[in-house]
């Protein structure tokens, strides 16, 4: 019996993504859907905190095809520092898996800002504060989640690819079908989770300097995975893009060095697979994550899912690094120690 409910959740979520896939419909969003499409809206604005921040970098590359400016910004720097990105003629829309957050909060109360001409509001709770302001509130189905974000946070990358895919005119069963199978393939990846937390143990260990690194719809993963080390298992390392690896950091190659480099899209995988090489000519230590084994480079396998769903699938190895990193710690993985699920304080 398993009795960490951090882990409990990880084994959870491809049943959780499933549930958010087959329970979205397009109905609630035609009239937003429409209103985009006659040109009601001049921009869209896309925020969030934490892991719903990232978990917005996906549905943010489509929606730049939309023909209108879309911006992605934190929460508080929305709130503090570039308030006029929401005008009276915007499509905001407002994800927080809680609703409660403190940034959030702030963004939808009553005279905090300019009111936008629509207010999506994309949350784990319906009686919520983002939920009750939202002019239409978007469901993730996630349940009850007990600490780190997992299912939440996947629910909500899919949430909202399939709501950019809706607003881009994109086939949406086509997109949906892609995705249900990433969570086929998420499941069939975590029925050997001890085998990979173990194997995790022994390829990667506790790197003195470690960085993720990835470009595109890859940096949903880096920048998470990033996040839930820090969270999960209280490991300082760094995720960030790979050309902004390359402007300073690869400094730092050597045999202190260790990379993740998510191979990606197509259209950079050659860039990303250089640089990961050079890394491992200066002595560095690679770990090349793909679909498939590279000959030269120590490889990760995931599942191969199709290009749109690739983000839903890259996190995991992160998760399950996760755990073993906590085990290497001698610390219970998930557990918090001076936050909460929910930040309630800016």
């Known amino acids: 019996m398993i009795s960490n409910p951090y882990l409990q959740d990880i084994l959870s979520e491809p049943e959780s993504l499933r549930a ?24 869209i604005v896309l925020t969030g905190m934490g892991a719903s921040y990232c978990a917005a970098y996906p549905a943010w590359l489509r929606l730049t095809a939309s023909g209108i400016p879309v911006s992605w910004v ?33 963004l939808v109360a009553e005279g905090s800002a300019t009111r936008p001409a629509a207010l999506l509001g994309v949350t ?31 629910n909500t990358l899919s949430t909202l690819l399939l709501t950019a895919a809706l607003f881009c005119g994109d086939a949406l069963e086509t997109v949906r079908a892609s995705l249900l199978s990433a969570a086929d393939g998420a499941e069939a990846f975590l029925l050997g989770w001890k085998k990979h937390v173990e194997d995790l143990k022994v390829r990667v260990g506790l790197p003195e300097t470690m960085f993720i690194l990835g470009r595109g ?26 050309p902004y690896f390359r402007h300073g950091p690869l400094e ?44 030269e480079l120590e490889s990760l ?45 800016e």
């Open 20 to 43: 958010a896939l087959r329970a979205f419909s397009p109905e609630p969003l035609a009239g937003l859907t429409e209103r985009l499409r006659k040109g009601e809206f001049a921009n």
């Open 124 to 154: 784990n709770d319906l009686d919520s504060p983002l939920a009750r302001r939202a002019d239409l509130a978007l469901p993730i189905h996630a349940g009850t989640e007990s600490t780190v974000s997992t299912r939440t946070y996947l």
């Open 252 to 295: 730092l190659a050597g045999p202190d060095l260790f990379i993740w480099m998510f191979a990606g899209s197509e259209k950079t995988r050659r860039l990303n697979r250089d640089l990961a090489t050079e890394v491992k000519g200066y002595g560095g230590r690679v770990l090349w994550v793909d679909s498939q084994a590279d000959p």
């Open 217 to 242: 719809a890859s940096m949903a993963a880096v920048m998470n995975g990033s996040l839930v080390l820090k969270e999960a298992a209280k490991v300082a390392y760094e995720g960030m893009s790979t």
């Open 74 to 106: 934190e929460t508080s720097e929305l709130l503090h520092y570039s308030p006029g990105l929401v005008t009276a003629r915007s499509l905001l829309i407002a994800i927080s898996q809680s609703g409660y957050s403190a940034e959030i909060q702030s």
């Open 301 to 345: 396998v995931i599942p191969k899912v199709d290009e749109i769903a690739r983000p839903l699938v890259e996190i995991l190895p992160l998760q399950l690094y996760s755990l073993a990193a906590a085990e290497l710690k001698g610390i219970e993985a998930g557990a918090f120690r001076h936050i909460g699920k929910v930040t309630l304080k």
